[in-house]
């Protein structure tokens, strides 16, 4: 007979009664909503106006479409062309 085990992530998230449940999601969106927010000032304040602004939108498209793949390809552009203008 095959035991079935579980993730340590799967049973804490089953283990949250309804209403904690609700505030956990408030509380994580607030962190994410947070971090995203710091991480666009943080290009701003790294980046030329143009740049920062190519790559925010790529941040916030690569949410909308869950696809990390379209902001990591934007900073590697970024990146490639960096080093390619520093040689």
Excluded: C
Excluded at 32 to 39: K, R, T, Y
């Amino acid at each position: 007979m095959k035991r079935h085990t579980k993730s340590i992530l799967e049973e804490i998230s089953q283990s949250v009664p309804q209403n904690n449940r609700e505030a956990l999601i408030e509380s994580r969106a607030s962190h994410v909503i947070s971090s995203a927010l710091n991480l666009i000032d943080m290009l701003y304040e790294s980046y030329d106006e143009n740049t920062a602004g190519e790559l925010s939108r790529r941040l916030i498209n690569s949410i909308k479409s869950s696809d990390p793949a379209k902001f990591e390809r934007g900073i590697r552009k970024v990146n490639g062309n960096n080093e390619t203008d520093t040689n």
